[in-house]
């Protein structure tokens, strides 16, 4: 029984990400490295309980997300010590559920890519591969795969269809089909 739920089980989007894990409450980072590490094994999770750790390591190291409790102490200072890096590395908020909309606006405005409540941490994998899944492809890419059906039996007879410019992933698939 046990082998066949290895064999069904998928491989996380996790696996060889780093990950940086801030929040001053050391128990929600146990939990977060768990559920993560559970997920990935190999996947490098970092933490840092305070502002000082927190801010070498995002200036030694790259990370490929940080989670970042938005109460931690200075948590504007290190989601734009983040953001402005030569490459920004994408920003995963914890929130309370209460939080103040204006608040949640200016983190939105300043590169925060996604927020969640921090009583959902145990479910936070799904979110976070997710995130990664979506992150990396450009949303009109996600979209026109979405739509790939549609677009290809719509101009199935229209070769040289001028709109299938501003598609050229259908339009290579087109062609390979020979349509």
């Keep these: 029984m046990k082998k066949l739920l290895f064999l069904a089980m998928k491989e996380s ?15 929600a980072l146990i939990v977060l490295k768990q559920e993560i590490l559970k997920a990935a094994p190999n996947c490098h999770f970092e933490k840092a309980t305070d502002y000082e750790k927190a801010a ?8 490929d997300l940080v989670i970042l409790d938005i109460l931690s102490v200075r948590s504007f200072d290190l989601l734009r010590s983040a953001m402005d890096r030569f490459v920004p590395i994408p920003v995963v ?9 204006e608040v949640l606006t200016r983190f939105v405005e300043m590169g925060a890519r996604a927020f969640l409540p ?18 990396n ?27 299938l410019a501003y598609y050229p992933a259908l339009k290579k698939k087109m062609e390979d089909k020979g349509l």
């Design 13 to 27: 989007i996790l696996k060889g990400k780093r990950i940086l894990g801030i929040d001053n409450d050391s128990d």
């Design 56 to 63: 070498q390591l995002l200036g030694s190291s790259t990370y």
């Design 93 to 101: 908020m914890l929130t309370p559920r209460s939080l103040n909309p």
């Design 118 to 135: 921090k009583e959902d941490l145990r479910e936070i994998i799904p979110f976070l591969e997710d995130k990664f899944r979506f992150e």
């Design 137 to 163: 492809i450009p949303a009109w890419k996600h979209l026109l795969d979405k739509l790939e059906g549609v677009f290809t039996e719509k101009f199935k007879n229209y070769k040289d269809y001028p709109g």
